[in-house]
């Protein structure tokens, strides 16, 4: 069963909770998937049910049509949050991490055509793939945070958080607007542009900036 750790494997003593995820985050992003760029953050939910280990190998729903990647940097809480500002929001962050939200892209643009909610498309089983995290205090934010995704020793997408129309400590003051926020909840901040297929067999590797490496494959 999927846990919270360090970078280094070692255990975080926070338990299981659910994942807040950003949809159009990064305008390049919206635009190749032909959606308007957002004026407030969409948001939406995943269970805990949907995390899992991004270094393990992934099993991919079958028989549901195409599963797209989205990479993305996420941020672990560990204070509960509610109606916050943005240094409340930065104070509660203990960790920084890499997640793959996993999306059933055939099966969303169906429900959207349809108006009908997304979670078949985006809460199944698996559908947030987790790293290890970095502690926050060691991860600067006065510079701009990058993040990549090669698959198959093919860039796929890359992007920082000067891009984000959303930065992440306004972000999860929002958030925690609508949603109160606990200790070992995750926030999912965002895909760049660049989101596309995996398939049986494919090889991944992610990078958050200067910080960690994950490579992992598609089972």
């Known amino acids: 069963m999927y846990q919270h750790h360090w970078m ?26 032909g959606n308007e760029v957002p004026e407030q953050p969409l948001l939406f939910m995943k269970p805990s049910t949907a995390l899992c280990d991004l270094a393990a190998p ?4 079958k028989d549901q049509g195409e599963v797209h990647h989205e990479v993305e940097i996420v941020v672990l809480i560990g204070e509960t949050l509610r109606n916050a500002n943005a ?4 104070a509660a962050i203990v960790g920084y991490g890499i997640g793959l939200d996993l999306t059933l892209r055939d099966v969303q643009s169906e429900l959207k055509a349809k108006g009908q909610p997304w979670e078949k498309a985006k809460a199944f089983d698996g559908s947030a793939a987790l790293s290890g995290f ?3 205090p060691g991860v600067s934010t006065r510079q701009n ?14 992007g920082h958080t000067g891009q984000m ?10 958030i925690s607007r609508h949603f109160t926020l606990l200790p070992g909840d995750v926030v999912f901040t965002g895909t760049p542009a660049g989101v596309g297929p995996l398939v049986a067999g494919d090889r991944f590797s992610a990078r958050l900036g200067n910080f960690m490496v994950v490579n992992g494959q598609v089972q």
Request: charged fraction near 20%; include cysteine; aromatic fraction near 8%.
């Open 8 to 33: 280094d494997g070692t255990p975080i003593d926070l338990p299981l909770g659910k994942a807040v995820c950003v949809g159009r985050n990064y305008a390049e992003h919206a635009r190749e998937l």
């Open 58 to 61: 992934l099993v991919l729903p």
């Open 87 to 90: 240094e409340q929001a930065h």
């Open 134 to 136: 970095v502690y926050a």
């Open 145 to 158: 945070l990058s993040l990549f995704l090669e698959v198959n020793d093919s860039l796929r997408q890359q």
């Open 165 to 174: 129309l959303f930065p992440i400590f306004p972000l999860v003051a929002e």
